[in-house]
Every structure is written in structure tokens, then in C-alpha cells.
């Protein structure tokens, strides 16, 4: 079981930054053997692959529309992982989940996902 949750979303005008942090709480297995990740949805939108990371195999994977301007990272010694938003246009307006899963498989599906954080609004105003 694994439970998250994130923090650090707010509203920041487009060009700006925004660190998004996912504390994780794990009570089967540890933290490093998951994979991990980021989706978002935007009004009226499904919800979208941001960026994915698995540990074990040492691969981190982004969406093409953030690519470039967001980072992923994770500290498994702190079961924490973040997104590092930079450059930030309208169209990254959404809620923002953090996820996660046992396997790389699938990492762009959403309902591959067994684990979702409650999100976090994040507003870039023009």
C-alpha cells in the first residue's frame, strides 16, 4: 500500500516556476521499487501522462508538451518525489497527481496507476 500526497501547487503567471512535492507513506515494500510518476488533467480534459520514473531500472520519461521545461526527481531516502515546473504557459493549468505503480509497463496509461495522490491545483495565468 501506498499512500500520497502532494503539495505546491498554486497560481503563477505564465514564463514563472513551481515546485510540486509527492510525500509518500509506503507499508508493503519500500519506496525505491516503485515506479513513480505525474499526470495531470486540465478542465474539461482527460487525464494526461506528465513524467514517469522507475528507480530499478534508472529511466525517467516526460510527456512531449513538458519536455524540456519540467524535471522530475525522487529522494527515496526522504519517500519524496518532486516535479520541477519551469517555463510554465496557460495550457499547464490542471490538477496535478502524483502515482504509483510496481511496473514500468504502461507508464503512459493512467489506469495502469494503483496509487493516486488527492492532486493539486496549479493556475498559470497569461
Known amino acids: 500500500q501506498v499512500q500520497l500526497v502532494e503539495s505546491g501547487g498554486g497560481l503563477v503567471q505564465a514564463g514563472g516556476s513551481l515546485r510540486l512535492s509527492c510525500a509518500a507513506s509506503v507499508s508493503e515494500g519500500t519506496f525505491s521499487n516503485y515506479v513513480v510518476g505525474w499526470f495531470r488533467r486540465a478542465p474539461g480534459k482527460e487525464r494526461e501522462f506528465v513524467a514517469v520514473?522507475?528507480?530499478?531500472?534508472?529511466?525517467?520519461y516526460y510527456s512531449m508538451s513538458v519536455e524540456g521545461r519540467f524535471t522530475m526527481s525522487r529522494d527515496n531516502a526522504e519517500n519524496t518525489l518532486y516535479l520541477q515546473m519551469n517555463s510554465l504557459k496557460p495550457e499547464d493549468t490542471a490538477v496535478y497527481y502524483c502515482?504509483?505503480?510496481?511496473?514500468?509497463?504502461?507508464?503512459?496509461?493512467?489506469?495502469?496507476?494503483?496509487?493516486w495522490g488527492q492532486g493539486t491545483q496549479v493556475t498559470v495565468s497569461p
Open positions: 520514473n522507475s528507480w530499478t531500472t534508472g529511466n525517467t
Open positions: 502515482v504509483a505503480k510496481n511496473t514500468i509497463f504502461d507508464y503512459t496509461v493512467s489506469s495502469r496507476y494503483k496509487y
